[in-house]
């Protein structure tokens, strides 16, 4: 955003920095508010009354004093609104009502077998009303929905391609908000994974990290400096579709011998079901029993996973990588097979700085980012962004 010498948008910058620093730091007297943003106390006494008259903050009893009068403290209102996030996978629909802080108060799951995009978008819509139904009464109601979906999204908000659902060209963004009548963001599930990471996960303290989400295919979320680096179209983060055979397997994709081939969910699966496994929770209770077949094909996935791995961590020399979505359920048997290959894949001094992690919040990065995306909408409506 340029900015201007303008008073209006000065005012707009002030009042972000005020409620970023009480969301992040709260319970905060007035006093403390002005030392810590460096801001005049009589500017940061009206600010605060703004957002007190807007429901986002309110005041609670008395602090600690350090000598005079004992200051009344602000604090965040997080539930004075409430936000939805899907994760629109190619097999399910996650959906998660949470408060302006992220914390998941409502949850439901579905079973989904792809399909036109006109009967999942009623399934959506159904997750979501009924979430919405049992949303506790607040100032601001449902504030907005993200949506992460497996597929390259367009800053309009349509797919333009999802391979493994089968679509093409589908004005997600729009259809919905028809539908839902609030705001809605969409995302790809792998940026969604990266942001849920970055905001609530286990890359809250980093700063150039790669996501990966391992499930039906291999996205990724690459960040670099916190932010989300999305190429110039915003179609970055295809690494399932890098080739690492060259006369391998077919893909949907048109290519053959893309890495989600042999390092993916599906793949594993494609080979689970030759020793008559039809489901991922099979195969992981199987290897739970110490199945030697069962294992075999987790210690293979996790190889190919390693070898794809060394590739990033080469290119990238990331802090932190962290392994999300299904695969995240059979770290115990892919975790060492990882390691050993980028051990012996990678260059050794991008090897030593990269972490290599599961995503702290398992399978819920993606529908979490997704939720992080709609509240900062909502927020940056009246704000800027910093
Ligand atoms: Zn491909």
Redesign the pocket.
């Known amino acids: 955003m340029q900015t201007t010498g303008d008073q209006h948008l000065v005012k707009k910058i002030n009042k972000t920095i005020v409620l970023d620093t009480i969301i992040k730091h709260s319970p905060l007297s007035r006093a403390q508010l002005s030392d810590m943003t460096g801001l005049h106390k009589g500017t940061v006494s009206t600010l605060v009354n703004e957002l007190i008259d807007e429901k986002l903050v309110y005041e609670i009893g008395l602090g600690r004093s350090s000598g005079g009068r004992k200051p009344v403290m602000l604090v965040f209102h997080k539930t004075a609104g409430y936000a939805v996030g899907v994760d629109l996978g190619v097999r399910y629909i996650l959906a998660v009502l949470t408060d302006l802080e992220g914390r998941i108060v409502g949850e439901l799951q579905l079973d989904l077998e792809g399909g036109e995009p006109e009967g999942v978008l009623k399934l959506v819509e159904e997750a979501v009303h009924s979430l919405k139904a049992g949303a506790p009464p607040s100032p601001y109601g449902i504030v907005g929905a993200g949506i992460g979906v497996a597929g390259i999204v367009d800053d309009n908000g349509i797919v333009l391609l999802a391979p493994n659902l089968g679509w093409e060209n589908v004005e997600l963004q729009r259809l919905l908000q028809e539908k839902l009548g609030f705001p809605v963001a969409i995302d790809n599930e792998a940026n969604a994974g990266a942001l849920g990471e970055l905001q609530y996960g286990a890359a809250r303290e980093a700063s150039d990290i790669v996501y990966l989400s391992v499930g039906t295919g291999i996205g990724a979320g690459i960040v670099i400096g916190r932010q989300l680096m999305k190429g110039s179209g915003g179609f970055s983060g295809e690494i ?2 890098t080739t690492i055979e060259t006369n391998g397997k077919k ?3 048109g ?1 053959k011998g ?1 890495w ?1 081939q042999y390092a993916s969910e599906s793949s594993v699966m494609e080979k689970a079901r030759t020793l008559g496994i039809g489901k991922f929770d099979e195969l992981i209770a199987l290897a739970r029993r110490e199945s030697p077949e069962a294992v075999r094909l987790f210690h293979e996935v996790g190889e190919s996973l390693g070898i794809g791995i060394a590739n990033i961590v080469n290119t990238f020399n990331p802090e932190l990588i962290l392994i999300g979505n299904q695969m995240t359920r059979a770290e115990q048997w892919i975790r060492n097979p990882i390691e050993r290959a980028v051990a012996h894949r990678s260059l050794p001094y991008s090897r030593q700085q990269a972490q290599i992690r599961f995503a702290s919040l398992d399978t819920h990065s993606a529908v979490l980012g997704a939720a992080h995306h709609a509240i900062s909408a909502f927020f940056s409506k009246d704000r800027v962004t910093l």
Do not use: F, K, T
Request: charged share 25%; net charge neutral.
């Open positions: 399932g579709h893909c949907r994709c290519n893309c989600e």
